[in-house]
């Protein structure tokens, strides 16, 4: 399975951005998808995930500003972020389940600054 994240940038307080993160490959068998952010000198937290039955989970510090969703035919997963916050400013990566492993997306950049 290999993952293509797209949609970071650059953003104003208040702001909004939308993750994508497309699977390709062995795709059919992806029951978890989800969305971790890694900030400098910090470790890499859980922001969203969501299964294939469509239950979602959320950090407690994006709750109400943040959804995850899936296109399931399209092998996609997606991150709107609104209301953005100095402190969402990290690199988001994309990661996927399969039955017999997880597989991580390249990362991209969100930067929340005036």
């Known amino acids: 399975v290999q993952l293509q994240a797209s949609g970071g940038g650059l953003v104003q307080p208040g702001g909004s951005l939308r993750l994508s993160c497309a699977a390709s490959?062995?795709?059919?068998?992806?029951?978890?998808m989800g969305w971790y952010r890694q900030a400098p000198g910090n470790q890499r937290e859980l922001v969203a995930s969501?299964?294939?039955?469509?239950?979602?989970n959320y950090a407690d510090s994006v709750k109400g500003r943040v959804t995850i969703s899936r296109d399931n035919a399209k092998h996609t997963v997606y991150l709107q972020m609104n209301s953005l916050k100095p402190e969402d400013t990290a690199v988001y990566y994309c990661?996927?389940?399969?039955?017999?492993?997880?597989?991580w997306g390249q990362g991209t950049q969100v930067t929340v600054s005036s």
């Open positions: 990661t996927v389940n399969t039955p017999w492993r997880a597989y």
């Open positions: 969501i299964l294939k039955n469509g239950y979602t």
């Open positions: 490959g062995s795709s059919g068998s992806i029951n978890y």
